[in-house]
């Protein structure tokens, strides 16, 4: 039996896409808010301020790992960086951790097994 075919593939396959989706809009809020930052946006514009309102909480865990490089009114921040990187990690986790709760049959995971030696 194709694991394709299994009860189990349209959940995966869901619970794979919920994950790229909210990876995706973690990347993209934290790249707006490094591009921003970087090029000295208006804090006071309202655009602005809801980026930086909605990344605040994602970046907080890591605002002292790095120093925030400053030159003349534009701002280098390592920590958003840093935090990009985390998520992916983390997204890596999370879907490496779904599939590994597929079904397989004992063929496939021998096949599979066999051609990482």
């Not at 619970?15 to 909210?22: P, S, Y």
């Not at 808010?33 to 655009?47: D, H, I, S």
Request: charged share 10%.
């Amino acid at each position: 039996m194709s694991t394709y075919n299994s009860k189990s593939t349209k959940p995966l396959y869901f619970g794979t896409q919920i994950v790229w989706f909210i990876f995706g809009a973690i990347e993209i809020l934290l790249a707006l808010r490094f591009v921003m930052k970087l090029l000295g946006a208006n804090p006071l514009a309202t655009f602005t301020d809801i980026v930086y309102s909605l990344t605040n909480v994602l970046v907080s865990p890591f605002v002292s790992v790095f120093r925030t490089s400053y030159q003349s009114g534009a701002i280098f921040e390592w920590t958003t960086l840093l935090a990009a990187f985390i998520y992916a990690l983390l997204a890596y986790g999370i879907l490496n951790l779904l599939l590994m709760s597929q079904n397989v049959s004992t063929v496939e995971a021998a096949d599979r097994l066999h051609s990482q030696e």
